[in-house]
Structures are given as structure tokens and as C-alpha cells.
């Protein structure tokens, strides 16, 4: 009996000792995966802060200047009309593999107003991606996504690069940038104010309309989606409207990709690409230079507007486009460095696209970002500065690139 009973114990002691010495492995190996990817980025993001002051002496002087931009001009310039076939054809006939919308054209602006403006004749759920959105037919025959406003333009997003809801501010802010960076990739994009009663009720499918109901003397949906709950509605607000960014629907077939600097989305845990300085030789292994290319051009345009979930992409023909950006302009205050990694680990990048980014030197950008329309509505002006900081850290990350590539 006393035996058996020290033999339990015994017994006993060795699974406690295993699970603890498992445990403290497990942790420990946390820990070193941690302190050694903060080492290798810190690294990289240490000698790019260290260039800051002289890249802003290089970039600050003016080669071009905004009083001649096309496409600002198109999206300020509009008439409207009573039918909008016509347009919607038109808007149509820019896709190709190359742009989602011609920043050229002088319809532009009539496509925006259209899209602000244009009867609703038909509204259902929108079941693509993980978050609440409508799927709005205007008048035309033209579709169209919606993205309600979760959040105060004014409120800053803590916690992980991805976290959040979407910020229909960036997925506007996104449209208006891609045109001025030359990479018109993203659908074209405005505000729009939607009574869910009189806009949306009279002509919703029997699946929308099951997803709103009456809160005090206003109008809530919820939807149908990953995230979507009746507990976690949007509702009117009290002048009975809700606003939000109304998105071109491309009607082409992308294809989903997903992205090899894709996150884990699980703290403490790893990606590759966070942890191996050489990851790019990897990437190279798998795909064309072009992709890779178009991958760092996306890299840019994320960093820019602090976009970390790109862990999906799109192509079209087999471009990268630049589809779904509700997840940039969460805090104005933090660059998450990262997002440049296709840059800084692979050091190439397009020649025209770096002619564009350095024509927006001498704080072009910013100036440009001011003038869109009512821009203020929908991001705050701290978040346009930050986009203008980060252009800085792109030309540091270029100039870290060239005395890399040098030795
Ligand atoms: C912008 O370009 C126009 C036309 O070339 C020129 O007249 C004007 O002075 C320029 N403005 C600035 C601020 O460089
Ligand atoms: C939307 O409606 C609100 C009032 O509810 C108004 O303050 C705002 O300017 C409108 N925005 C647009 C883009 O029409
Ligand atoms: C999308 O394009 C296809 C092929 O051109 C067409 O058959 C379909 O009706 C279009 N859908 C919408 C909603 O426009």
C-alpha cells in the first residue's frame, strides 16, 4: 500500500516536471522568436530613422506641381444626368489589366457624382469578405458596394495593425491616393448618405430586409457576414441617415491570391517573412518579377495608408489590383514598418513608380491630399500628415536599398 502510493507520487512528480519543463521550452521559444525578429526589423528601421533628416533635405524641393493635375481636375468637374447608362458604360469600358478607372478621363467626376447621387433600385447583402456591406444596384443597371461609417472620423485605432472594423474613410482616402500616385488599381470611390427607410427598405431583398429592424425612432442593419451579429448593428443616425463610402463594383473576373507576406493574425506566432531576412529569394523562387514588382508597388500604397491586412490580393489578367482598403487610417501616430517589408527585403522597385513617388516630393503630396473634395469629412488632417511622413520613410527605405545594394 505505502509503496504504491510513493510510486503514484513519484509518478506524479515526472508528469509535473514534464509539463513544466514543456512549458518553459514552449515559452522561451516565444520569446527568442520575438527578440529576433525585433532585432532584424529594429535594425533596418533604426538605419532608415537615422537617414530621415537627410532624406528630407534631398526630397524637399518641388519638381512638378499640382496646378496641372488631370485627375484632380476630372474628380472636381460634373454634370449631372437623368440617366446614367451611358455613364456606367463608359466607366465600364476603362477596365483592363492595366486601371479599374481612367484618371484621364473627364467623366470621372460624373462617375463620383453618379455614384453619390443615383436612385437606388435594388439593395441586397453583400456576402464577399469578413464585414458588413450592402450591395446596391443604381439607376442604370450599375452595381455598387456600400461601407458604413462604424466610427467617429476622429477615433484612433489601437492594438494590431489589422485590428478594428473597417474606416470607410480609407477605402475613399485609397481611391483618391491611387490616382495620384498612377496606379489607378482601387474602384472608384465617394461618400454617400443612404436613408435605410427610404433608400434602402422599399426596394431590399427579403435576406437584407431581414437584418434591419427599429431602434428608438431610427433604423438599424446588421447584415450577413463573418463578423456580422444583430447585437452589432449600424444604425441612422438622428437626421436618419447613414453615411458611408460607396464603391464601384468591377464587374471582371478577379482572381484571389494570397499574399506571401501574409500575417499569422496570432500574437506571439510568426510569419516567415518576419523572421527571415533573405525571405525574398523565397519569393522570388515562386513568382515573376513583374508580381513582384506589382507586389512592392502594393507594398508602398499599404504603408502609405497603414494598411496591414493585405493577406488576400486580387488580380485581373494577372495584375495586382488594389481592392478593398477599409483597413488603412487606423492611427495616425504609429508607421507599422513592416508593411514595407516587400521593399526593404527585396530592394527593387519599379522605375516609373519611383519617378511618380519622387514628383510628389517637396510636400506635393500632402498639398494634393488637401484638395480633394471634402476630404476632411472622412480622414483627419493627422492622418494626412502621416501619409506625407511615410512618403519620407518610402525615399529612406530607396536610399537603405541603393547603399545595400552597393556593397
Ligand atoms: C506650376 O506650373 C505652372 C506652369 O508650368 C507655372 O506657371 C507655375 O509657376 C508653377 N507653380 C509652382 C508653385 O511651381
Ligand atoms: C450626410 O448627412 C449628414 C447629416 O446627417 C450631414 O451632416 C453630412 O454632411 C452628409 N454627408 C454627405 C456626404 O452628404
Ligand atoms: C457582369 O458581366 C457579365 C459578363 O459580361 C454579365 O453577364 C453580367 O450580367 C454582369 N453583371 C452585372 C451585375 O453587371
Known amino acids: 500500500m505505502f509503496i504504491k502510493k510513493r510510486k503514484s507520487l513519484i509518478l506524479l512528480f515526472i508528469v509535473l ?13 516565444i520569446l527568442n522568436d520575438e527578440s529576433e525578429v525585433r532585432s532584424y526589423v529594429r535594425k533596418i528601421e533604426d538605419e532608415i530613422i537615422r537617414k530621415l533628416p537627410a532624406i528630407r533635405k534631398k526630397y524637399a524641393k518641388r519638381i512638378s ?17 437623368t440617366n446614367n447608362e451611358p455613364l456606367w458604360e463608359e466607366a465600364k469600358s476603362w477596365v483592363s489589366k492595366t486601371q479599374l478607372y481612367d484618371y484621364a478621363s473627364s467623366d470621372l467626376g460624373n462617375v463620383l457624382h453618379a455614384l453619390k447621387t443615383a436612385r437606388i433600385i435594388k439593395a441586397d447583402i453583400d456576402t464577399r469578405g469578413t464585414q458588413l456591406k450592402l450591395l446596391l444596384t443604381l439607376q442604370g443597371q450599375q452595381q455598387a458596394i456600400f461601407k458604413p461609417k462604424w466610427y467617429p472620423v476622429e477615433k484612433i485605432i489601437n492594438g494590431p495593425v489589422y485590428g478594428g472594423k473597417d474606416r470607410y474613410g480609407s477605402e475613399i482616402l485609397a481611391f483618391y491616393l491611387s490616382g495620384i500616385l498612377r496606379k489607378p488599381l482601387t474602384a472608384p470611390s465617394t461618400e ?7 433608400d434602402i427598405v422599399p426596394v431590399a431583398t427579403k435576406r437584407l ?15 450577413r457576414c463573418f463578423y456580422c451579429k444583430k447585437e452589432d448593428p449600424v444604425c441612422e443616425d438622428e ?7 460607396i464603391i464601384l463594383n468591377i464587374n471582371a473576373s478577379f482572381q484571389n491570391n494570397r499574399s506571401p507576406w501574409q500575417r499569422t493574425y496570432r500574437t506571439g506566432k510568426f510569419a516567415q517573412w ?30 502609405l495608408i497603414q494598411n496591414g491586412d493585405r493577406h488576400h490580393y486580387e488580380t485581373l489578367d494577372g495584375n495586382v489590383m488594389l481592392l478593398d482598403n477599409g483597413k488603412g487610417l487606423g ?21 516609373s513608380t519611383w519617378k511618380r513617388l519622387t514628383e510628389l516630393s517637396g510636400g506635393l503630396l500632402k498639398e494634393m491630399l488637401v484638395s480633394i473634395p471634402n476630404v476632411l469629412n472622412y480622414v483627419t488632417q493627422l492622418h494626412l500628415d ?5 512618403l519620407y520613410f518610402v525615399y529612406a527605405t530607396v536610399e537603405f536599398c541603393r547603399d545595400k545594394n552597393k556593397v
Open 17 to 29: 516536471l514534464i509539463i513544466f519543463i514543456s512549458v518553459s521550452f514552449y515559452f522561451l521559444q
Open 65 to 81: 506641381n499640382s496646378s496641372l493635375d488631370a485627375f484632380l481636375t476630372n474628380i472636381k468637374t460634373f454634370t449631372a444626368f
Open 192 to 198: 454617400r448618405n443612404i436613408s435605410l427607410k427610404d
Open 209 to 223: 430586409l431581414k437584418t434591419i429592424f427599429d431602434y428608438k425612432s431610427v433604423k438599424c442593419v446588421y447584415g
Open 239 to 245: 437626421t436618419k441617415n447613414l453615411l458611408g463610402a
Open 274 to 303: 518576419e523572421v527571415r531576412e533573405d525571405y525574398c529569394g523565397i519569393v522570388r523562387d515562386k513568382v515573376t518579377t513583374d508580381r513582384l514588382l506589382d507586389l512592392i508597388d502594393a507594398s508602398i500604397f499599404d504603408f
Open 331 to 351: 492611427n495616425p501616430y504609429v508607421h507599422h514598418f513592416d508593411i514595407l517589408a516587400p521593399l526593404y527585403q527585396c530592394c527593387i522597385i519599379r522605375t
Open 386 to 390: 502621416a501619409i506625407e511622413h511615410r
